[in-house]
């Protein structure tokens, strides 16, 4: 079966598509596109960090190391390493080319949810549930800075394009904003109703968006800290929300099974996307902002055009052939939502 799916990956790289989809060996958590769009590395819960060729689908090295599920996984911005952490409690960082693993950091005391590279790619900041945000120095492995004042677990965490500050995404049901230099918190952003799960400055730093679990996204004006709109539509958790890289969409990944398009200035759902037969878990545009890429507990990666938000055309649908799918135990699914039943309520 995964020959066939591969064979027929081939057969796509020579109409010089990306391709449809590509099957994982477990639900993908995290996928990220390289700087110049010709790779993308995907983390997963088979404890791997993947990466693949964009033009055919293909694997072209799995970088072992972490001893649980991984979470988020992130490219330096000049596309020469890759960060990932883990419910192992680590933060690696990988040679991209060799695919060897450079160094682990530790020094969270809980599941670490995601790992992002600042602009410049000197710093790393990463949130876990420990109730933290850590700033790391990925070439020493030292840990620069610790921002508390989360009330409970910290989900996700963005750089501002800018590099000046950090937003973060709390199980508190708050978003906080902080000057990186001086490591205080600046703006406590509330409205959402239920966890925070995902959020992203625009590009051009001004406004920020958000996704939770109260079935929303927000969007943020960042230096008033006021709500500027409320989007509407998905019907479950919404896990993870992304810019398109001219900042005109916005796109989300639902636990409805959905991908949704949204104009950014009028909040306008456009595009609702299908395909996934399991929760989305990560949505991510490419550089050139051509194509959107999803990663699914179906297994799956999925390749969107993100003008038309459809199938690349001239590709297969290989959907039915699915290897290896196998329904998920509740008592995984109820970890990877978190600690619900023991939250503090702010
Ligand atoms: C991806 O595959 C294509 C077609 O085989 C090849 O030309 C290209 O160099 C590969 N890219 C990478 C980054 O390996
Ligand atoms: C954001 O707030 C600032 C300061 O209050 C204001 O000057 C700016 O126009 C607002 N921007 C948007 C997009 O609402
Ligand atoms: C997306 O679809 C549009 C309209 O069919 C097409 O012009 C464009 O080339 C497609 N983009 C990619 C990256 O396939």
Redesign the pocket.
């Known amino acids: 079966m995964r020959s066939a799916v591969l064979a027929a990956m081939?057969l796509l790289?020579s109409v010089g598509s990306v391709p449809d989809s590509i099957f994982e060996g477990s639900p993908v958590d995290c996928v990220r596109w390289a700087p110049d769009g010709?790779?993308l590395v995907s983390g997963s819960e088979d404890y791997m960090v993947k990466i693949w060729?964009?033009?055919?689908g293909?694997c072209?090295r799995t970088l072992e190391g972490h001893q649980d599920d991984v979470w988020s996984v992130a490219y330096r911005p000049d596309g020469q390493q890759i960060a990932s952490c883990s419910d192992d409690l680590t933060i690696r960082i990988w040679d991209f080319a060799s695919g060897r693993m450079l160094k682990a950091l530790t020094g969270h005391a809980d599941s670490i949810r995601k790992v992002v590279y600042s602009p410049d790619g000197q710093t790393l900041a990463s949130c876990a549930w420990d109730h933290t945000v850590k700033i790391w120095d990925p070439a020493s492995g030292s840990c620069l800075k610790t921002l508390q004042g989360h009330k409970n677990d910290v989900w996700t965490v963005a750089y501002s394009p800018d590099g000046r500050q950090i937003a973060s995404g709390s199980a508190d049901r708050s978003i906080k904003i902080w000057d990186l230099h001086s490591g205080r918190c600046l703006k406590t952003l509330k409205g959402h109703k239920d966890y925070l799960r995902s959020v992203a400055y625009s590009p051009d730093g001004a406004t920020l968006i958000s996704g939770s679990d109260d079935h929303t996204i927000k969007v943020w004006n960042v230096s008033s800290g006021e709500c500027l709109k409320t989007l509407n539509g998905h019907t479950d958790y919404v896990w993870e929300v992304a810019y398109s890289p001219d900042g005109k969409r916005i796109a989300s990944g639902s636990w409805d099974v959905s991908i949704k398009i949204w104009d950014s200035s009028s909040g306008k759902c456009l595009k609702t996307l299908t395909g996934h037969s399991d929760v989305i878990d990560s949505v991510a545009y490419s550089p050139d902002g051509q194509h959107l890429a999803s990663g699914s507990d179906d297994y799956s990666i999925r390749f969107w055009n993100a003008t038309t938000a459809e199938k690349p055309s001239g590709s297969a649908t290989i959907s039915s052939s699915r290897p290896g799918q196998r329904a998920w135990s509740q008592a995984r699914r109820s970890r990877k939502v978190g600690r619900k039943d023991m939250e503090v309520i702010v």
């Open positions: 081939n790289a010709a790779t060729n964009t033009s055919t293909k072209l």
